[in-house]
């Protein structure tokens, strides 16, 4: 993937500028929306750093909907490219019948109980570390679980901007 230069970000039009970072927040291009009056960034901390206010200061069913556009870990359905690229980086796309099996199951309990998938930045995490997260989590209460789910996505929001953007 061919990086962006911050100076461009900065300079871009604002139609351009969501269809560049519209992705980096699963199926949720309203959040580079919500950022683009706030530039000129003087760094991608700063650029995150707008991007997760605009989720903080979002209404609670705009956060669900955020929440929920995010896909199971290891599934075998269609995910957007940064998801692929992640999941396959943690070897979920190379599961045993029984890992997928004990993931499905974990995801079905997951949601059941908070009403959206389980969140976890799996870059530099091995399978036996996310089922080992996905089993702990699971057994949080409601808030606890939506803080760190909130906190997953900046992990993985922050590491696909240091991927495609270019600071210098």
Not at 22 to 46: D, M, Q, T
Not at 126 to 132: F, Y
Not at 143 to 151: H, N, P, Q, T, V
Request: with cysteine; net charge negative; glycine share 6%.
């Amino acid at each position: 993937m061919n990086q962006l230069k911050l100076t461009a970000i900065n300079e871009m039009d604002r139609d351009t500028f969501v269809r560049a970072l519209g992705g980096i927040f699963e199926h949720s291009p309203w959040v580079a929306e919500g950022c683009v009056e706030s530039r000129p960034f003087a760094s991608i901390a700063a650029l995150h750093e707008a991007m997760t206010e605009v989720v903080r200061s979002s209404p609670e069913e705009t956060v669900l909907e955020l929440l929920r556009a995010h896909p199971d870990l290891g599934t075998r359905l269609a995910v957007t490219d940064y998801s692929a690229s992640e999941q396959s980086g943690a070897g979920l796309d190379r599961l045993t019948p029984e890992e997928y099996e004990r993931m499905t199951a974990l995801n079905e309990q997951y949601v059941e109980k908070f009403g959206f998938p389980f969140i976890l930045a799996v870059k530099g995490k091995s399978k036996d570390e996310i089922v080992a997260s996905m089993e702990a989590r699971v057994l949080n209460g409601a808030r606890d679980e939506r803080e760190e789910a909130l906190a997953q996505i900046g992990r993985i929001t922050r590491f696909r901007l240091e991927d495609l953007v270019d600071e210098q």
